[in-house]
């Protein structure tokens, strides 16, 4: 099945630097790529997401690389602020046949703790 | 347009003991899977249910069950419980197979003492 590596762990940063966290995945299959950003006891937020037919996406201060030859790819977030301080992951999802494979599936990295001093 | 909610928040059980979780999709929503979250780490996928069945499955045994009713909410069933249940359980939904976005609910935090 599907691995999904995440690095750093923690991440920390002064206000206004820019913070970038990687993922690496093991299955070619794989063809979606979402980060989420987890605050302290609330749900997991969908930052942003890349298909495998980009290469590159971006959202304002936010974006995601992707490398399909290398199975990896990369949140970038530039100019920091504090309130960006949370957990993110990264995951990984390939799209199955119909006719009940669990497509759709994500698989999660470890998290990455983003810490962004004022 | 409601988002994706859970209940309840807080449980805390014994050892053996089973409890349910509840999920309310988004609306339009047909599409549910269920993961677990452990305290510093990744949701791991438990399973997902798309018009009432069950779809696939992850590395979880056969005392986490589920249902979907004909609304698309959801319920998660955990038997016998056990010590390393304990974990943040996330609900999320989507319009359905084909799409790749999954909203997730709060989730409910399960305590197995």
Redesign the interface.
């Known amino acids: 099945g599907e691995n999904?590596e995440?690095h750093p762990s923690t991440l920390s940063v002064q206000e206004g630097d820019s913070a970038v966290i990687k993922c690496t995945y093991s299955d070619s299959a794989s063809n979606?790529f979402?980060w989420?950003k987890q605050e302290l006891g609330?749900?997991?937020?969908?930052i942003i997401?890349i298909?495998s037919n980009v290469g590159e996406k971006k959202d304002q201060r936010i974006a995601v690389t992707l490398n399909k030859t290398a199975k990896h790819f990369s949140l970038h977030i530039t100019e920091t602020q504090p309130e960006d301080s949370a957990v993110y992951?990264c995951?990984a999802?390939t799209?199955?046949s119909?006719g009940?494979?669990?497509?759709?599936?994500?698989?999660?990295?470890?998290?990455t703790i983003l810490t962004v001093h004022p | 347009e409601t988002g994706v909610t859970q209940s309840p928040t807080h449980l805390i059980k014994t050892r053996g003991q089973q409890v349910t979780l509840r999920c309310s999709s988004q609306s339009g929503h047909n599409t549910v899977s269920w993961y677990q979250q452990a305290l510093g780490q990744g949701p791991q996928f438990i399973f997902q249910y798309y018009r009432e069945e069950e779809n696939g499955r992850g590395n979880f045994p056969p005392r986490f069950s589920g249902l979907q009713f004909p609304n698309y909410s959801s319920e998660l069933n955990v038997n016998a419980l056990e010590l390393d249940d304990s974990a943040l359980y996330l609900c999320a939904s989507r319009p359905g197979l084909a799409t790749d976005t999954q909203y997730f609910g709060p989730g409910t935090r399960l305590t197995v003492l």
């Open positions: 999904v995440q979606y979402p989420y609330k749900r997991p937020q969908l997401d298909r992951f995951a999802s799209r199955g119909a009940g494979t669990s497509y759709g599936k994500l698989t999660f990295g470890q998290g």
